[in-house]
């Protein structure tokens, strides 16, 4: 199947159409069971824990990459994956086990926060439905791998994360950013909240920011030093107490803050507070 | 400070995470470097090498390695990674080391433009022993992982061009990463120590 048009552009569409109080005739009912029908067409494969997010271009924060880079449009999970799915992943998959997993691919911090290998602790009941932390990116890719999903790549990830609850970007809004700087300076609760309990931004996507931290698939493209073409020192300003100079608009310092500690991970850390979600290209039919 | 984060970063990156992520809770932190304890040969990626043989990573065990990654068309500093490459290779040959010891792989980060047949060319270019030389391109997320077990960053920046770490890994026959040194032009001699205390 074709896909014709997104389906966040027809939902807009419609809530345009039922807020305007004028100009609601037999012709408006008719395009929206139009639009309707079209959602329903779309709606088929796109599974009921994920979103559709529609193509668009975005401007990451660092000068060197300052130029609008395109995202494709693709799947995005809803939520994060909680400890009780993956927990039905390790049970599934007994080298994913705290026990047995390889070094390589997970250190000695992986589900550190779980009581065993099938076991979520006394707190088990209350984490269940808590974003898993303590989950190296090796350990992400495949538990979605199963799952039929990938991680969404950095520029997919910072796409959506400019979204608040009503704007698609909302990443100019200072009052936005003192939103997420303001988590980013909160201490996490011992127990994380349910991933259900978070407000989903304008295209369905919860947790992104206030909960936890996540993996993207391309965590590792920013150098740190050594980089092959001697031009690091786009890069260096992001490390040496440069602070957010380097990047394109100051103000997002929160994103700044994103990208730095994503720089310091390796694919087998296992930390608190980092977890994951899944994405999915979308596949486009033939054209007819 | 080698393949490492600078102490400056990794008191900053563990003070502005250990704010953010751990108040209250729990202290941790982060480790540096890339797993040493872990077999790189758990990856079970297949590549081509430059004569067009299937390669199974997780099939290289057995003698010691010296691997670095980079790209055919780059300008800048893969020539001098394989210039460094070709140095450990002469120096193991002048110490009577030989490739049924240790091998030598460049691996590609480029698999669109890197076929076997470039390595191929590359082989020739630089005159390699093809006994002790296996050059090994594959795919985007073969790449991608093997990158990622070696602490390596890249990323594309043109059509044509990566930017990218320059380490020079050495594993130990069962895989595991025994030395690096992502410094080009830097001093071999304990990438070659490494590996003779293999031995």
């Known amino acids: ?288 | 400070m080698k393949n490492r984060m600078s102490p400056t970063l990794f008191s900053t990156l563990v003070c502005l995470f250990g704010i953010v992520a751990v108040c209250g809770t729990e202290s941790f932190t982060l480790p540096s470097g890339p797993s040493s304890e872990g077999s790189l040969y758990e990856l079970e990626s297949v590549w081509k090498s430059q004569d067009g043989n299937a390669v199974r990573l997780d099939a290289l065990g057995g003698k010691t390695r010296v691997f670095a990654m980079g790209y055919t068309s780059c300008q800048y500093a893969c020539p001098r990674i394989i210039a460094d490459l070709q140095r450990i290779e002469k120096a193991l040959d002048e110490k009577g080391i030989g490739a049924d010891k240790v091998e030598i792989s460049f691996i590609s980060i480029d698999p669109v433009v890197d076929t076997p047949e470039r390595l191929k060319a590359l082989e020739t270019e630089y005159g390699m022993d093809a006994r002790r030389w296996l050059l090994l391109t594959g795919d985007e997320d073969g790449v991608l992982e093997l990158a990622v077990a070696l602490g390596m960053k890249y990323r594309k920046t043109t059509a044509m061009d990566f930017a990218h770490s320059n380490i020079i890994t050495v594993l130990a026959p069962d895989g595991r990463i025994v030395y690096q040194t992502p410094e080009i032009g830097s001093d071999l001699s304990e990438a070659l120590q490494a590996i003779e205390s293999g031995f």
């Open chain 1, 1 to 288: 199947m074709t896909r014709t048009y997104p389906r966040t552009a027809l939902l807009q569409a419609i809530s345009r159409a039922t807020a305007s109080k004028k100009g609601f005739g037999i012709g408006s009912k008719v395009c929206v069971v139009v639009v309707n029908l079209c959602i329903q067409l779309t709606v088929a494969d796109v599974p009921e824990e994920m979103v559709e997010i529609p193509a668009g271009a975005y401007t990451p924060m660092y000068i060197e990459r300052a130029e609008e880079r395109p995202v494709s449009g693709f799947l995005l999970d809803r939520r994060p994956v909680t400890n009780g799915q993956f927990l039905e992943f390790v049970r599934a998959n007994p080298k994913w086990r705290r026990s047995a997993v390889k070094r390589l691919f997970a250190d000695e911090a992986y589900l550190a926060h779980w009581g065993g290998d099938l076991d979520l602790g006394p707190n088990g009941d209350r984490i269940a439905d808590s974003p898993v932390t303590h989950v190296s990116w090796f350990a992400a890719r495949a538990y979605l791998k199963t799952v039929g999903k990938r991680l969404p790549s950095e520029d997919e990830w910072e796409y959506v994360a400019r979204a608040d609850e009503t704007r698609a970007d909302a990443s100019k809004d200072p009052r936005f950013t003192a939103r997420l700087l303001d988590w980013y300076g909160r201490p996490s609760p011992a127990i994380l909240p349910s991933v259900a309990d978070e407000a989903p931004n304008v295209y369905g996507v919860s947790g992104l920011h206030g909960v936890v931290w996540e993996w993207v698939r391309d965590f590792n493209n920013a150098m740190v030093t050594g980089e092959s073409r001697g031009d690091s020192s786009l890069e260096r300003g992001l490390y040496c107490a440069g602070g957010a100079l380097g990047t394109t608009d100051p103000r997002n310092y929160a994103a700044f803050m994103r990208y730095a500690f994503r720089s310091s991970l390796q694919g087998a850390y296992a930390v608190p507070n980092l977890g994951f979600r899944g994405a999915r290209s979308i596949e486009r039919g033939p054209v007819p």
